[in-house]
């Protein structure tokens, strides 16, 4: 398989004896060289394995750095997040509170003012039942339950009272 004018030149440098012996040479070796490349293609030599796993280790090494790396950045922004949700939940706190107080003033001064009164229309006794219900469910008492339990029984009275009339 070589080249026709290759093979033209060696033989007029060569004759046709020499040219052939040439040729068949060129061919061993030729042949020779596939062999060794096909035979090394599938066999590397120590030192080409342990390269080929310093690169490897490299490329983990690299993936790893890249994997910490992210890991850092997540962990700051965690951190940043349970600082926003703590904020958050003292905020919330807070606001429960205020609207507690404020429940607890409206259903004192309903309530007062309503004994005071001695009135009681089907809207005030919603309104007040609407305020002391969850009121009462969060967790609010004290003085705001003696005024409401004031009331009730007024109210209780006032509707008895009307019931006779």
Known sequence: M??????????????????TIIL?????????????SKKKKGKLTLEEKIEAMSVKQDSIEKKVRE???????????????SEQISKTSEQLDMTDKLVLATAHDRIVFLCR????????????????????????????????TEAFEVYKAQRKAYMEKEATL
């Open 67 to 81: 994997i910490d790396e992210k890991m850092k950045e997540t962990t700051k922004q965690l951190a940043r997040a």
């Open 2 to 19: 070589t080249n026709p004018s290759v093979v033209s030149a060696i033989t007029a440098i060569l004759g046709a004896g020499g040219a």
């Open 113 to 144: 003012k309503k004994a005071e009164d001695k009135h009681f229309s089907q809207d005030d006794v919603d309104d007040i039942d609407v305020l002391y219900e969850p009121y009462h469910a969060d967790g609010g008492n004290s003085g705001a």
């Open 24 to 36: 068949k040479l060129i061919d061993v070796a030729s042949a020779a060289l596939t062999a060794r």
